[in-house]
């Protein structure tokens, strides 16, 4: 709303962030929020949070184990379903420092008083949120699926950084958490920079002339530890209809340690017994716990959510802006040849209103315009008609915000199908007056008023059950509580609040009406060659009009 105005302030050569107070006042004041998912209250929550990628397996298994218990002990919550791990595709790269829970809620009339779903998520971060564990962002669990198809984070959001080494993406990532930690838009508490050089590793390197004294190659060498640590499957065993390998490998005692793997003992082909450690030198050493690419580049991603009372795309912009300025002002320094990108569910919302803004909204608009001029044939009077449209507009945006109701397609498809209503009272009301005008072919301006008056009485009660009856249908589904009423509540918001508004067009039209007739009246009386000082219309009025 206040872009505008710091467009105009530019273009003056002033600054209005500088002023005083001014930033505080927009951010307090930024409108309604905007989301690209619809709001749909799925019933449960998706939690997701990540481990550190050292991480055991075994000790995931017990932090998702502890988690589970203490989940399952807030009252709203009525089952817990943990995973770790994935199958065996590679469609699904979920490493084992990842935790996905299915939190299904009861239903809302065993809550207790006064807790909404946001602060069930809130004490589920606060009871889970184990040392070493991060915040997870708030998801549902289509909302989730879908987010982690579209862009492959496990955020509503994320900054995605290109680059070409991983020691270059881990120190780019941890500069952009930073300085997102301290951006207003977002909340800090779920900032997630991928630890990219993070996971432990114990590096074999073959010593080739050792090794050719027993007579081994590398690729012996290399058998023998994959053998040992990985497995190596001898047979399969047969139970029933089920098959189930055979592995073998070193025990664990003796592969827990790298000195203990030194240890080893080897029969070389030669027939001698050797450890390992002189085989092979034998070093712990850190690596990435996966490895993403995107447009052929590394890629590490930063996810972050929204702070509480701001939209997805407002945050989203607000961030790619500021990143982009910290940029340029040396404030965000990055490794050369590193580019952030901003990536997430909310690029549907641009590709949506971007078609709204330039294909949808308009055709709409000028069908609407085109069809009342057809019925009317003339011009002022399919503007007067038109303007239920705009005030309309104004009242569905008024019943979003005092319903605090994202702005997201269905809201936009409800928006839709109240311009097509909106006229409805104005082309009842404008037909009478036409026919009227028509009728009774008034000469003077009282003439003109009375003629009005009278028409606007006895079309005002038609009108009034008009948009009664549209109101009454609307109020089961804004009352509505099962589940996908809120896409329903959604689309039927602005509906409501635009036809309550449009309850003003009864005024309106009529006296709009009026007055082109009078001006009309008083151009007529004017002599041909007398300037006429008052505003000519746009109006083609018909034969007897």
Excluded at 25 to 52: N, Q
Excluded at 207 to 220: L, S
Excluded at 247 to 269: A, I, N
Excluded at 340 to 364: A, C, D, K, W
Aim: hydrophobic share 45%; aromatic share 8%.
């Amino acid at each position: 709303m206040l872009r505008p105005l710091e467009w105009l302030a530019q273009k003056a050569g002033a600054d209005l962030n500088s002023l005083p107070g001014y930033v505080e006042f927009k951010h307090l004041h930024d409108g309604l929020k905007t989301d690209d998912w619809i709001a749909l209250d799925e019933g449960s929550w998706f939690y997701m949070p990540m481990l550190y990628p050292a991480a055991s397996f075994s000790e995931a298994m017990r932090v998702l184990q502890i988690q589970d218990t203490l989940i399952k002990q807030i009252p709203e919550v009525e089952n817990v379903l943990g995973k770790i791990g994935r199958v065996e595709s590679a469609l699904d790269p979920a490493p084992a420092a990842m935790i996905e829970t299915y939190i299904m809620l009861k239903p809302r009339s065993q809550w207790r008083p006064g807790i909404t779903a946001q602060d069930i998520w809130n004490e589920i971060n606060r009871v889970a949120t184990l040392p070493g564990i991060t915040k997870a962002s708030p998801l549902q669990p289509i909302e989730g699926r879908v987010v982690m198809l579209q862009s492959g984070i496990r955020a509503s959001m994320a900054v995605r950084i290109y680059g070409d080494d991983l020691e270059g993406l881990t120190q780019a990532a941890e500069a952009v958490s930073e300085f997102l930690q301290n951006h207003p838009f977002v909340d800090p508490a779920v900032v997630k920079p991928d630890i990219v050089v993070g996971k432990p590793y114990i590096e074999f390197e073959v010593d080739r002339e050792e090794a050719a004294r027993y007579n081994m190659t590398t690729a012996m060498v290399n058998e023998l530890v994959e053998a040992g640590l990985g497995g190596l499957n001898v047979t399969v065993t047969v139970e029933g209809r089920e098959r189930y390998p055979i592995q073998v490998r070193f025990q664990r005692r003796f592969r827990q340690t790298p000195e203990g793997l030194g240890r080893l003992p080897v029969v070389t082909p030669t027939g001698d017994v050797v450890p390992l450690s002189r085989l092979t030198r034998i070093r712990s050493t850190w690596g990435p716990g996966a490895i993403q690419s995107e447009d052929a580049r590394l890629v590490a991603h930063v996810s972050f959510s929204p702070r509480e009372g701001k939209g997805d795309l407002e945050t989203a912009m607000a961030v790619q802006s500021a990143i982009e300025q910290a940029i340029r002002d040396g404030k965000l320094k990055l490794p050369q040849g590193f580019v952030p990108e901003l990536v997430g569910s909310f690029q549907n919302q641009v590709e949506t209103n971007r078609r709204l803004v330039f294909i949808i909204l308009p055709s709409v608009l000028l069908i609407n315009l085109l069809l009342i001029y057809l019925q009317f044939r003339r011009l002022s009077t399919s503007l007067i008609v038109f303007s239920g449209i705009p005030i309309a507009f104004s009242g569905g945006m008024i019943a979003l915000a005092l319903g605090q109701v994202e702005m997201n397609t269905a809201v936009w498809v409800g928006f839709i199908a109240l311009f097509g209503i909106a006229v409805d009272d104005g082309v009842v009301m404008a037909t009478y007056l036409s026919q009227l005008f028509e009728r009774k072919k008034p000469r003077t301006v009282e003439q003109i008023r009375q003629t009005t008056v009278e028409a606007g009485s006895k079309r005002i009660r038609p009108c009034l059950m008009t948009t009664m009856t549209t109101l009454i249908a609307l109020v089961p589904v804004l009352v509505s509580t099962g589940r996908g009423a809120d896409v329903a509540r959604a689309m039927a918001l602005p509906v409501f609040g635009g036809m309550v508004i449009e309850l003003v067009t009864l005024f309106i039209a009529p006296v709009t009406y009026c007055w082109v007739e009078e001006f009309l009246l008083q151009l007529a009386r004017r002599p041909a060659s007398e300037p006429s000082s008052l505003p000519v219309p746009q109006a083609a009025p018909t034969p007897g009009g």
